[in-house]
């Protein structure tokens, strides 16, 4: 429990400093000499209390003044995010004007310059008031003896699984069909052992489409032995190695006195076995997995196969693999079938004609990308208000183009709609590592009064 407490507490700070290091706060900031002041002031309080972050979580569970301590930086925490939203907003609004404003409405800044001068007059004293609130909490800490960089565990290992259903999945059978004939295509080709690849945008739908095929019966019944592994920014070819183990052995992996016992287990696990290992997100272009790749196709029996997801088709060539599937943006009706099941209780054929009608032009907007109808969809799931349709439908985010982000316009757009609330079990999840699996039964999300608490 105290890691989670400590893990949310971490991550409301790391959402605080992420703010304030964004293009629109720091550019609503500069020249601002009174508010960046406050700014670095807050920065070096917040720092100051990450510290002892570790030894107040776990002094909170015995001591009722730590633990009042720890209550109040949260609620700190929180007003410090929804100030640092304000700004960023109001910043992000402006630019926005400034890029549809005409002649006239240019001669006319004054005017809105008036309203940022109360607009800053308003903020300042806010921040003035959250950072009293946390040096006065800092001044604490030192009395009730926290200590610096006590205790905090790790993130637990990645756990890594995959399940999805092919009912779940819209428009992709022509591409399982291929995917699962490359799998249980052998011999006649002299490639029968050997690394196929899935290419293309994030949020396609690549490791959707592994997952239909990792999961099909035909492939269960070919292979004798299948991996999943998320590799994600990090190749790290030791835990792979360690996965294949506890796959072949169905137990965790022992502990090797060196790298060449380790070798020994692995290939002698593999030997004599057909197996198909998935790495899902590849994004190393280095040769030298190549080699490690090949190195375990000679450990299994012809037939044995890799299937790599990746986005870069560079990293597919690195890979040598011998076969390549580009998977391409989803076709109109299948865009609408995925939206329909998101945003409607019961489909869309008792929906209002008109909400339908902006649901059409939403779901254009999404441009063929899986990902983007999902959230959208999930956003307006069994929402009745015309009004909060068109608001979506005529939102400015669809054509901003952040500097240094790719974020899809529909994610940013089914963030900013988020009540705050989830907006902080947004935050939350943020500290798992990506792809990592949440366990319904162990983590419950508890709201208390509007705010947000986790518990495990
Ligand atoms: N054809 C589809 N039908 C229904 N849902 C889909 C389909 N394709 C993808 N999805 C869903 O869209 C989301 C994004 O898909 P997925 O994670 O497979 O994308 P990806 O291409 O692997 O992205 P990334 O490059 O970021 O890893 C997932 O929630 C997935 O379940
Ligand atoms: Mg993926």
Known sequence: MAEVG????????SVVFDRMASPEVADFMQGRKQTEKLSRKLKTAMRSVNAVLADAEEKQLTDPLVKDWVDDLKDVLFDAEDILEEIATEALQRKLDAESSTTVEKALDCISNTFLDTFVNEVEPKME???DRLEDLTKQKDCMGLKVGVGGKQHPEQVLTSYVSESDTFGRNEDNNKIIDLLLSSDESGNERCVIAIVGMGGIGKTNLAQLAYNDSRVKQH??????FCVSE???ELKVEKSIIEAATLLPCPKFENPEQLQVILEKNLTRKKFLLIL???WSEKSRHQEFLSQLLRYGTPGSKILVTTRNESVALA???????HLKLLPNDDCWSLFEKHAFRDGSSNADPE?????????EKCKGLPLAIKAIGDLLWSESNVERWTNILKSNLWDLHMKGTDILPALRLSYKYLPSYLKRCFAYCSIFPKDYILKKKSIGFIMDGGRFLATI
């Open 234 to 236: 990090e190749f790290d």
């Open 319 to 325: 890979m040598k693999a011998t076969a390549t599937h």
């Open 6 to 13: 400590l893990a949310f507490l971490s991550a409301s700070l």
């Open 280 to 282: 899902d997100d590849v």
């Open 223 to 228: 292979f004798n032995l299948k991996i999943w």
């Open 355 to 363: 909400i339908k009608d902006i649901g059409r032009q939403i779901v």
């Open 129 to 131: 008031e959250v950072l």
